[in-house]
């Protein structure tokens, strides 16, 4: 039997959440359906779990149980899909923002250059962009600037060229299309590494990742009750930026935004002052682990602000 996705920082990430069995949730990520699962077994008869994917795929891993509430939709409405269910906020929110193991294994869906497959790295089927628009479409500026800012990718430019040139002769349309576009690029000593960086800066780009985190953390901030509690597993260096950012400051920039009487604006504070990070045996047994951080906050009660201020 297939394994869909072997949940990342499991007891952790939930352990952080420090669950009322009578309170409301929120997985963010269903996937694999391992953070729902757990958090359901913690969760009483007055207990609610609201779980999220935009995969149709993962909406399947979602426990058939009346406490649970399935919504097929980005994770940046949650503060909608809250209130649209009847909730006025949240006891606490999770979210594993790593891409499954199954979306990696499954050849068709495009994610791996490990297969020879369409390059498509649509979250949500029902999307117009695959990455094989990305490619043929985009400009030699744009494509430039996605594989610099998403993929960190060095001689971005360079790549960037290679691939306006291949696609000049015919489209580039399979994952080996690609690679041969690039080929004389690629160092050999770290050639899996370096298509790895590209391969994250189209997926991020086909689905709106960054913006999607954005609108999440600001939503999460939003829905939680005062008190609440948000866990976030990133899995590389720009999300878990974004979120260090918004816990600190109330905005992904990490600006200081003070109010007319010089107090924090930001709506969390830390749990946890460094990120917590998996275990050696549990990189050992799931490889994929290596990367993930755990970022969490508290939802900050204003009335606990303006005491402190009086």
Not at 136 to 150: A, D, H, P, T, W
Request: proline share 4%; hydrophobic share 40%; aromatic share 6%.
């Amino acid at each position: 039997m297939e394994v869909y996705h072997i949940p990342v920082l499991l007891n952790e990430s939930v352990d952080a959440l420090d669950i009322n069995p009578s309170g409301v949730y929120v997985d963010a990520t269903l996937g694999g359906g391992g953070h729902t699962r757990e958090i359901l077994s913690r969760l009483g008869e007055k207990g609610r779990l609201v779980v999220f994917d935009r995969d149709r795929e993962a909406l399947e891993n979602a426990p058939k149980d009346p406490r649970v509430i399935v919504v097929h939709h980005n994770f940046r409405f949650v503060r909608n899909f809250l209130r649209y269910h009847g909730f006025q906020g949240a006891n606490g929110i999770l979210a594993d923002l790593g891409v499954s193991s199954h979306q990696f294994d499954t050849s068709e869906r495009g994610f791996s250059f490990r297969f020879e497959a369409d390059l498509d790295m649509r979250m949500n089927d029902r999307a117009e962009t695959t990455a094989q628009d990305i490619l043929n479409r985009y400009s030699e500026e744009e494509l430039e600037n996605i594989l610099r800012l998403y993929g960190e990718v060095d001689g971005s430019r360079r790549i960037a060229s290679m691939i306006c040139a291949a696609r000049a002769k015919q489209p580039i349309q399979t994952t080996g299309d690609l690679t041969r576009a690039i080929a004389k690029a690629l160092p050999k000593l770290a050639e899996h590494k370096f298509l790895a960086k590209i391969y994250q800066a189209l997926r991020i780009e086909v689905n709106g990742e960054m913006n999607s985190l954005a609108g999440f953390l600001q939503g999460a901030a939003d829905s939680l009750l005062p008190g609440g509690r948000l866990s976030v597993i990133t899995y590389h260096s720009l999300e878990d930026r974004m979120v260090k950012n918004f816990i600190r400051s109330g905005n992904i920039a990490g600006k200081d935004e003070r109010d007319p009487f010089g107090r924090s604006t930001a709506p969390l504070k830390a749990v946890n002052k460094k990120a917590a990070l998996p275990s050696e045996e549990e990189i050992a047994n799931n490889t994929r682990a290596r990367s993930a951080k755990l970022r969490v906050a508290e939802k900050i009660n204003p009335e606990e602000g303006k005491k402190a201020w009086r």
